[in-house]
Each structure stands twice: as structure tokens, then as C-alpha cells.
């Protein structure tokens, strides 16, 4: 799929959407603040 405009001066660039979850653990590290060791056990009990 490309861009429905055509604008001869600006280069668009076009990206895929993210996947579902895939930012899950950055927005978890960042936000709520857990580290590795809190990740690998939430991925362990099967919440993320």
C-alpha cells in the first residue's frame, strides 16, 4: 500500500503498524518501572 498523495517535493515514508505486544515490555520498563528480573517472571506466569 502506498501514499494516497502525491507530493513531489516531501519524501513519505511508509511503516508497518507494530505487532500486537510488541512494545509491551519497553512501555512496562518505562512506565511501571520493572526490570529484567520483574519481565521474566510476569513472561513466566503467562501475563505478558
Known amino acids: 500500500m502506498g501514499c494516497p498523495l502525491a ?3 516531501s519524501a513519505v515514508e511508509i511503516t508497518s503498524s507494530p505487532l500486537l505486544g510488541e512494545h509491551t ?4 520498563r518505562e512506565l511501571m518501572g520493572c526490570d529484567e528480573v520483574e519481565l521474566e517472571r510476569l513472561r513466566a506466569e503467562g501475563v505478558i
Request: aromatic fraction near 0%.
Open 25 to 28: 515490555a519497553d512501555i512496562l
Open 7 to 9: 507530493l513531489s517535493d
